[in-house]
């Protein structure tokens, strides 16, 4: 087993690599799951293969990325989480996903922050933004229990609206 690189009171978090495909794709392929993200449109496995690869560089040139959320009890993958650049944008944004059984338990808001508090620990990365659809609700809600505050909106080049949150690390977050 990879090694973890955190561990909260319900998930192990580690680096993925290519055997965790098939449950990238059991997230990111779901349709329901991916109707807030980009075009909602699910990904396929070979966009899935792409984005561990990216990860992997992301791993190598910043030491961070997308990481596997693995249930505490039973090491299954459940999800996905990550201090990511979305584009080659300059700032940190947190990213999540998790297969659909295991929304509303509070186990997004765990893997968010948990990794915040990592991510300023181990990289001093004090400010980080997450991106929500206005509609996706929910999403809002985990960001706000994991601490971060929703700022103004951001209009993007299609016209569609953006609900951006930010979080600045406090010098307690490194502690937790």
């Not at 961070?64 to 039973?74: I, K, N, P, T």
């Not at 508090?117 to 809002?140: M, R």
Request: net charge negative.
């Amino acid at each position: 087993m990879k090694p973890l690189i955190i561990e909260t009171a319900r998930l192990r978090v580690r680096r993925i690599g290519p055997e965790d495909v098939n449950a990238m794709f059991d997230v990111y392929g779901d349709a329901e799951a991916m109707r807030w993200v980009d075009d909602g449109s699910p990904i396929t496995r070979a966009e899935c293969e792409d984005w561990i690869r990216v990860t992997h560089k992301n791993y190598e040139v910043r030491g961070y990325g997308m990481f596997a959320l693995l249930d505490h009890e039973s090491s299954e993958i459940i999800g996905f989480c990550g201090l990511v650049h979305p584009g080659g944008q300059t700032g940190v944004e947190i990213k999540y996903a998790l297969k659909r059984e295991f929304w509303g338990k509070g186990l997004a808001t765990e893997a968010v922050k948990a990794l915040l508090a990592w991510g300023a620990d181990c990289f001093g990365i004090n400010h980080v933004i997450a991106t929500v659809d206005p509609e996706n609700k929910a999403s809002q809600r985990v960001l706000l229990k994991a601490g971060l505050q929703a700022v103004d909106p951001r209009t993007n080049d299609d016209g569609s609206i953006t609900q951006v949150f930010e979080w600045n690390a406090s010098p307690s977050d490194a502690d937790r």
